[in-house]
């Protein structure tokens, strides 16, 4: 039974650069959301999608980020031209999306590592 | 707004010995959940135990267990005989029925265990 798959692991951009990060949620899951960690930091909540939709982005830039979760395929987050500052590690999570149920366990993937040079 | 706070950056424990980790959360929900999770140095993020608040007994798994005070907001891990893969940050979360599905996460305590 995999759990949840992020890739790449690593990812190394220029600043200018587009980045872009892919999460296939864990089987049967239909809710994914994305968080970011900053160095010695907590994780930070991005964004809440289900398939075709967005929940929620309030933790999301404005500018450069977006998100999305199609019907086929995995939930890809975007970033455009990067800055230093986007170095971070991008963790996915999923969960099953049960009707109603907003506080369901979240399981992790095994993030992805941006470094912007 | 909701917070969690971890207020110890670092803690050490003896191989084999119980080691406690402190978490407050602020919040005006009573339903919610918490969570304890675990980052080795692989950086996975692993779940170790959840709580919900409307369960007045303490969850439990193995050798992790958790110290959950409602009134007091307070919701500690304590793990008992220590191994030396239990070194690793420790993440204490929260999620709320407002929360529409964003966990809220501490700043982590680093668990050191010495041989």
């Known amino acids: 039974n995999a759990g949840v798959m992020q890739n790449p692991r690593h990812l190394v951009r220029r600043r200018g650069q587009e980045a872009r990060l892919r999460c296939s949620p864990m089987?049967?899951?239909?809710?994914v959301y994305w968080y970011r960690q900053l160095p010695e930091e907590g994780l930070k909540f991005m964004v809440y999608l289900q398939k075709e939709n967005i929940i929620d982005e309030s933790g999301m830039p404005k500018e450069r980020f977006s998100a999305e979760f199609p019907k086929e395929g995995p939930s890809i987050l975007r970033i455009q031209q990067v800055v230093r500052g986007d170095s971070a590690a991008y963790f996915c999570a999923s969960s099953p999306g049960r009707a109603g149920n907003v506080q369901e366990t979240q399981y992790f993937g095994p993030g992805t590592r941006l470094l912007v040079l | 707004a909701q917070t969690v706070t971890q207020s110890q950056p670092e803690m050490s424990v003896q191989e084999a010995e119980t080691v406690t980790l402190s978490c407050t959360y602020d919040t005006s929900e009573s339903d919610y959940y918490l969570f304890w999770y675990k980052q080795p140095p692989s950086r996975q993020m692993i779940l170790v135990i959840r709580q919900e608040a409307y369960k007045q007994q303490n969850a439990t798994e193995n050798r992790f267990s958790v110290n959950f005070q409602k009134a007091a907001k307070s919701f500690s891990l304590k793990i008992s005989d220590s191994q030396l893969g239990d070194a690793a940050m420790y993440f204490c979360?929260?999620?709320?029925?407002?929360?529409?599905?964003?966990?809220?996460f501490g700043q982590g305590t680093t668990l050191q265990v010495k041989p």
């Open positions: 979360a929260y999620i709320g029925s407002s929360n529409t599905g964003k966990l809220i």
């Open positions: 089987k049967g899951h239909s809710h």
